[in-house]
């Protein structure tokens, strides 16, 4: 499967974007899918996750502000992002996986398939 992450851009402290993840290439409806990020001299961290099921998870410091939505007849994975804050900013990938299990769901060593990432710059 291929993913192609969009929807990054500028935006103020405190505003909103959303990002999407399109898959190609085979359905996507059997794979958890996963956001990450990764700001300049700093490792990537997890986002958020979505299962086949639709449950979802967030890292503690996203919880209220991020949100992952899954369209699967559009094979596309969201991430709404409120109330930005300039340590927001990074480049933030999708990945996805059909195997991962829970308890490994927030490991990035675990997603098989990337998408290339797209930059997310919140400016105070």
């Known amino acids: 499967v291929q993913l192609q992450a969009s929807g990054g851009g500028l935006v103020q402290a405190g505003g909103s974007l959303r990002l999407s993840c399109e898959a190609s290439?085979?359905?996507?409806?059997?794979?958890?899918v996963g956001w990450f990020r990764q700001a300049p001299g700093k490792e990537r961290e997890f986002v958020a996750a979505?299962?086949?099921?639709?449950?979802?998870y967030y890292a503690d410091s996203k919880k209220g502000r991020f949100t992952i939505s899954r369209d699967n007849a559009k094979n596309t994975v969201y991430l709404e992002m409120n109330s930005l804050k300039p340590e927001d900013t990074a480049v933030y990938y999708c990945?996805?996986?059909?195997?991962?299990?829970?308890?490994?769901?927030?490991?990035?060593?675990?997603?098989?398939?990337w998408g290339q990432g797209t930059l997310v710059t919140v400016s105070s």
């Open positions: 290439g085979r359905s996507f409806s059997n794979y958890v």
């Open positions: 979505i299962r086949r099921n639709g449950a979802t």
């Open positions: 990945a996805a996986d059909q195997s991962i299990i829970m308890s490994s769901i927030s490991s990035s060593q675990y997603y098989d398939y």
